[in-house]
């Protein structure tokens, strides 16, 4: 058996997330089905760095599998991009050690976030940002993101569905940058919480709308208390960007 490492892009708007469920169309099912016709039957089963959400897309997911089969990366890419629907694609495939694992392995991810601003929503944008009624403040926004970079307890930017018991991440950068009524919100960290990024996003709405003072974070922070911090944000904005290993 060889294992492969493959890089992969999906729209997560027509998803119940990347993780195989009872009920609902799944990232992983879609993979694994395509997977199982190329083997004949036989049941390959997908590793990926990480759950995304249902509606949560991914610009490079990383995932590995094991095959007896011996292909080209870009024989695998052909393959699997001919039986696979138009909302998930193989970027790259590659043949890897025998022990990568595409989930303990990873060192850092990178998300972004989009969202818009403004009266109107755009329904071109329905899937892909959210939309936000009325204007932010940037500077304050920025301003309480400081606070937030570093290497904190992040329980009270986390769900209440959140299985680990370590809430302490490093958040290595948050940037904000405006283009326009558009705002696109990059995190780098080496590891998060469920829901932290649009938790993290909600508060510093919050923040750029006037509803939450900048010198409210620090508190959130040591409090530990999910209550204190603001609305998780739509799944819609957040994109798994980059996934990075050693």
């Not at 991009?81 to 890897?96: C, G, Q, T, W, Y």
């Not at 904190?152 to 326009?180: M, P, W, Y």
């Not at 009524?181 to 750029?208: A, C, K, P, S, W």
Request: charged share 25%; proline share 2%.
């Amino acid at each position: 058996m060889q294992r492969y490492k493959a890089v992969v892009a999906y729209d997560g708007s027509g998803f119940s997330g990347y993780q195989i469920q009872p009920r609902g169309r799944t990232v992983q099912g879609e993979i694994e089905q395509v997977l199982r016709k190329l083997h004949k039957g036989e049941v390959i089963g997908v590793t990926a760095s990480g759950r995304t959400d249902s509606g949560v897309h991914a610009r490079r997911q990383v995932i590995h599998f094991d095959s007896p089969l011996k292909l080209s990366g870009e024989q695998w890419i052909k393959a699997l991009n001919s039986l696979l629907p138009d909302d998930i694609s193989f970027l790259k495939v590659e043949a890897a050690r025998s022990d990568f694992h595409a989930r303990f392995d990873a060192t850092k991810k990178k998300y972004k976030y989009f969202l818009y601003g403004g009266l109107v929503r755009d329904p071109f944008k329905r899937h892909f940002a959210a939309h936000v009624r009325g204007a932010f403040d940037v500077k304050a926004m920025r301003e309480a993101a400081e606070y937030l970079t570093g290497t904190h307890d992040f329980t009270s930017f986390c769900s209440a569905k959140t299985e680990t018991d370590n809430r302490v991440r490093t958040l290595i950068e948050l940037d904000i940058q405006e283009h326009g009524n558009e705002l696109e919100l990059t995190f780098v960290g080496d590891g998060f919480l469920y829901n932290m990024v649009r938790i993290i996003v909600g508060t510093l709405l919050d923040v750029g709308s006037g509803k939450m003072e900048i010198s409210n974070i620090p508190g959130i922070l040591a409090a530990k208390d999910r209550t204190l911090a603001g609305k998780t944000a739509p799944a819609e904005g957040l994109y798994l960007w980059e996934v990075y290993y050693e």
